[in-house]
């Protein structure tokens, strides 16, 4: 059988198939057919769990700390779901400086503390020299909804907005990776649920979902490929930074696949457009939201992109490696 | 500030310390005053995470699959909290084997198969080759218990009894780690709710903990500190297998400081004994269970140990490392 490449691990279509795999090992053991981001563990509490291994730890607009209480808690807030308990373990490498792993500690509770979540469990585990690469972090977060959000109440007509500009996160990282100096880029890196926890409540809401590995692309194919319908937008509406373009640019990158981690895609009924996008614009988070595309029946489990330059192009989830670590 | 030693992850005095240090990081945003390793979430659920980096991967009696899900639901049970949902985190190295990763699966389901829990959340990661070794699982685990143990009920003059024999899981992989064959010998690796679902609905008992990194000596520190009384045990009453004293004997360990991954203690009113030790005899993880002392208000914070030599020894959590990388 194969072994694990990078490819497995950006959040595309090889992750996919991974996770597809290992769920299946589990037979009767399993909630639901597939392993889930996020779960209802009762009638109103609802679980997730992510593990960070970014690198370089810190970036310009976070560190490995803060992204694991933003990205473990965003999961929740897609759902409906206020973030209530985290549970974090640690796996840190012999010889990591104690004061650099306490400064996580302090990021990781500057947001809990602004998202109102407690830290309630934790665990420590402390590995040999050139056993780990510095420090990983794993969050369980437990969040409270009594109505989640979920893509199967995506109809077609619906419209899809995009919260913020996308690929912030990604640039970020791989401007920092190849040593590319890009004014004013820093990762969008942010704890969603002051800006999504009012918009689960509106009229006409559909479902969300956070744009991370893989970006807004594998988002919008996670959603055609779940709800076997056609996703189509447009990429002049897509709101996009300078910077990230600029990294895109030189390395090579799609803006569609680089990762985000204060962004989600939201789904609503289009007479609810104004109020969805003015509620949005009326955050700080959401500023630069913008309306991107709409559900059609056409081209089942399938995003199609109209082109700046007049095309409709293809958008799938990415197959190989996109930027290892960087989440 | 200091840099992480190994001594950090042993489960004794220097990661009790870390997870002091970092708790205090949390300030308002922190549950309790220190972390835990299970805490409340509901009136009658409880969550606790764990980080399994054990190598070598397999081992006599288990693998890295069965221990997480072991490891992770003992912590709920000797709370009396029946494991029902578990959300794993898994960071793979590039290169590892599919079909390795996959056995792990597997591991892990006939655990949760055989005590009815649930896999309701995942996620995978895969890190650049040397940026881990092989691969590490994290397991938060949520569980049901109406009235959670804990070792605030423990009084003067309880009694204590340990499950199972003392030091198996150590005495394994260190045995592997330094290539001894010792025969018959292998990890105690099991799911406790088994043996001690029914024991925490029993009259009289007090509070339950699972010997895990530090062994059996750091779980009664544990209690001796939390609850500001004196432990006295009986050498010679401590179950005790031969392969382990055998691997002591040549590797100069402390059995009482050997990872246990199946065995726990349990607090009791003295005049609840024969029921107590009947209960878990009766069960084939509780066969060889023995009264081995009792709680005094003589040197409060303190485990003393009669030696089988007719002294008295004091039991301290082992300071520096033990064996890195045992769960």
Same mark, same amino acid.
């Given at each position: 059988?194969? /072994?694990? =490449? ?13 996770? $597809? ?9 399993? =909630?639901g057919k597939?392993?889930e981001?996020?779960?209802m ?24 700390? $803060? ?12 759902r ?9 373990? &640690? ?26 979540? /407690? ?5 420590? /585990?402390?590995?040999? $020299? ?17 109505n989640p959000l979920g893509m199967s109440r995506i109809e077609t007509?619906d /419209? ?12 970020? &990282? ?32 559909k479902a969300m979902r ?12 996670e959603w055609a490929e779940g709800i076997g319908k ?37 789904a ?18 959401? &500023?630069?939201?913008?309306? &991107?595309? $709409?559900v ?32």
């Amino acid at each position: 059988m194969e /072994k694990l =490449t990078l490819g497995h691990g950006t959040g595309g279509r090889l992750t996919a198939d991974l996770i $597809k795999s290992f769920s299946s090992q589990f037979g009767e053991a399993l =909630t639901g057919k597939e392993l889930e981001d996020c779960s209802m563990i009762t009638s109103d509490m609802a679980i997730t769990i992510d593990g960070f291994t970014v690198s370089p730890r810190v970036f310009p607009g976070g560190d490995i700390g $803060k992204l694991a209480v933003c990205g473990g808690t965003n999961d929740l807030a897609v759902r409906g779901a206020k973030p209530l308990f985290l549970a974090m373990s &640690i796996i840190a490498e012999e010889g990591l400086d104690q004061e650099e792993l306490l400064s996580y500690g302090r990021s990781a509770a500057s947001v809990c503390l602004e998202i109102g979540a /407690k830290l309630v469990a934790g665990d420590t /585990k402390v590995v040999p $020299k050139g056993a780990a690469d510095g420090v990983f972090i794993t969050l369980a977060s437990v969040g409270k909804t009594e109505n989640p959000l979920g893509m199967s109440r995506i109809e077609t007509g619906d /419209k899809i907005a995009v919260t913020t500009s996308i690929g912030r996160h990604g640039a970020t &990282i791989g401007a920092l990776r190849y040593d590319l100096s890009v004014e004013g880029l820093k990762s969008d890196c942010a704890a969603l649920w002051p800006l999504l926890g009012p918009l689960a409540k509106m009229e006409g809401i559909k479902a969300m979902r956070d744009c991370t590995r893989g970006g807004l692309g594998t988002a919008l194919c996670e959603w055609a490929e779940g709800i076997g319908k056609g996703i189509e937008i447009d990429e002049s509406s897509i709101p996009m930074d300078q910077g990230v373009l600029s990294v895109c640019d030189i390395l090579g990158f799609d803006p569609l696949h680089l990762a985000c981690e204060g962004c989600a895609i939201v789904a609503y009924r289009p007479d609810q457009e104004d109020r969805v996008l003015s509620a949005l614009r009326s955050h700080p988070l959401g &500023i630069d939201a913008a309306a &991107i595309g $709409k559900v059609v029946d056409g081209h089942p489990g399938m995003v199609g992109m109209n082109t700046a330059s007049g095309g409709m192009r293809v958008v799938d989830m990415p197959i190989g490696e996109v930027l290892p670590r960087i989440c």
